[in-house]
């Protein structure tokens, strides 16, 4: 089991940063693919960015993608997700979850976080 809570949201000016955690409680974070989504008011939540178990490979939603960083440190249990030269569009709540397997077709995962509000202002 899985715990995971999201911190570090915000307000912040366009073109500013922010820098997300997701820390996770329980044993074995070590073990999952580290997930970031964001869900837009009257929008579906999308996939944001991911991270293997050891760090080591990345994936980014291609709007993000030099902009925002995604990385984890095992031995503290969190997770990050960099935010760099935000835009108006990266207003969201933004949730971690996390699973074991790198590809998900079903669209469900084994856990997820209650997310932070991050609004950027133009």
């Known amino acids: 089991q899985l715990q995971l809570v999201e911190s570090g949201g915000g307000l912040v000016q366009a073109g500013g940063s922010l820098r997300l955690s997701c820390t996770a409680s329980?044993?074995?974070?070590?073990?999952?693919?580290m997930y970031w989504f964001r869900q837009a008011p009257g929008r579906e939540r999308e996939f944001v960015a991911k991270?293997?178990?050891?760090?080591?490979?990345?994936s980014y939603k291609h709007s993000v993608k030099g902009r925002f960083t995604i990385s984890r440190d095992n031995d503290k249990n969190t997770g990050f997700l960099q935010m760099d030269i935000v835009k108006p569009e990266d207003t969201a709540i933004y949730y971690c979850?996390?699973?074991?397997?790198?590809?998900?077709?079903?669209?469900?995962?084994?856990?997820w976080g209650q997310g932070t509000q991050v609004t950027v202002s133009s």
């Open positions: 979850a996390a699973d074991k397997a790198w590809v998900i077709t079903s669209g469900e995962y084994d856990y």
């Open positions: 329980g044993r074995a974070f070590g073990a999952y693919v």
């Open positions: 991270i293997d178990s050891r760090g080591t490979t990345t």
